[in-house]
C-alpha cells in the first residue's frame, strides 16, 4: 500500500533561495532510497516562499526510514525547518 505525504512549507522570501537549495539536495538523496516512488519540489506560483512537497513511499515504513536518513536530518530538521515560517503536513494511504 503506497504512503503520500504532502507537505506545503512557508519561509521568509528572503530564506527562499537557501530553502529551494536544500529542497533540491534533499530531491537527490531521496529518490536513491529503496522505498521511495517519487519525491517532488514546487515553488507555489505567486507565493514568494512557498514550496509544496510530494512524496511516496512503498508504505509508511519507507516514509519511517526516510525521516531516519542522515540527509533528512541534515536538509530538512537543520537547514529547511529552522527557516520555516509555516509548515502543514498530510499523510495519505492508498485505497
Same mark, same amino acid.
Given at each position: ?8 512549507? =512557508?519561509?521568509?522570501?528572503? /530564506?527562499?533561495?537557501?530553502? =529551494? ?5 534533499? =530531491?537527490?538523496?531521496? @529518490?536513491?532510497? &529503496? ?10 506560483? /505567486?507565493? &514568494? #516562499? #512557498?514550496?509544496?512537497?510530494?512524496? @511516496?513511499?512503498? #508504505?509508511? %515504513?519507507?516514509?519511517? %526510514? ?15 525547518? &529552522?527557516?520555516?515560517? /509555516? ?9
Amino acid at each position: 500500500m503506497a504512503y503520500t505525504v504532502v507537505a506545503h512549507y =512557508r519561509c521568509a522570501p528572503a /530564506d527562499e533561495t537557501v530553502v =529551494r537549495a536544500a529542497l533540491q539536495k534533499m =530531491r537527490e538523496q531521496t @529518490r536513491t532510497e &529503496p522505498a521511495n516512488e517519487a519525491y517532488e519540489v514546487h515553488a507555489v506560483v /505567486d507565493e &514568494p #516562499g #512557498g514550496f509544496l512537497l510530494y512524496e @511516496r513511499y512503498t #508504505g509508511r %515504513a519507507g516514509f519511517e %526510514a526516510h525521516k531516519a536518513a542522515e540527509h533528512f536530518q541534515e536538509l530538512i530538521v537543520t537547514m529547511v525547518w &529552522p527557516l520555516l515560517t /509555516d509548515r502543514s503536513v498530510t499523510f495519505a494511504e492508498s485505497v
